[in-house]
């Protein structure tokens, strides 16, 4: 078994959060395609809005930012 860390920013000032989900390495033939995957599920997309979305990138329902991810 493996593990993907997604990482998460909730605030500027905020530590990271981090987001573990295990997987069978043997089933998945890409860790950084099945972390992408992942993403795609627990988050939406949005472009750079004013006010509202400071980056383009995924955000979760809650409003964290997702900054990356990393597979152990």
Excluded at 25 to 42: H, L, M, R, T
Aim: hydrophobic share 35%; aromatic share 12%.
């Amino acid at each position: 078994m493996s593990k993907i860390i997604i990482f998460l920013l909730a605030c500027t000032n905020c530590q990271l959060e981090r987001l573990v989900i295990d997987y069978n390495y043997k089933d998945v033939s890409d860790c950084s395609d099945k972390a992408n995957e992942v993403i795609q599920e627990i988050a939406e997309f949005h472009w750079y809005e004013e006010g509202k979305y400071n980056h383009s990138a995924y955000y979760t329902p809650d409003g964290k930012l997702i900054i990356g991810h990393r597979c152990d």
